[in-house]
């Protein structure tokens, strides 16, 4: 028995290495910060143009599984758990 959907059993990957910036997403009315948006970069600073021009039809499915990997398991090192923020992911295609 087969598990798990087509692009789960394709290998493609992503061939190139990115990391995540985390972006405050404040409460304007109080001024504290309650969540971070989860932003694409480059391993050496680069923008997100730089990683997302690499994004085409082929690695997509496995850019965007690993952007949700990277930018939870960031988080989890960066901020505390039991915290009452949150992440959202950006410039990673859904």
């Not at 109080?30 to 085409?56: C, M, N, P, Q, Y």
Request: aromatic share 8%.
């Amino acid at each position: 028995m087969q598990t798990g959907c087509q692009g789960c059993q394709r290998d493609n990957g992503f061939p190139l290495a990115f990391s995540m910036a985390f972006q405050p997403i404040v409460d304007t009315r109080t001024g504290t910060i309650f969540g971070h948006e989860a932003l694409v970069r480059g391993t050496a600073g680069e923008g997100a143009g730089s990683i997302l021009s690499k994004v085409d039809a082929d690695n997509r499915y496995w850019f965007d599984q690993q952007c949700r990997v990277k930018a939870i398991e960031l988080a989890s090192r960066l901020f505390p758990a039991g915290g009452d923020q949150s992440t959202r992911r950006s410039g990673c295609p859904t």
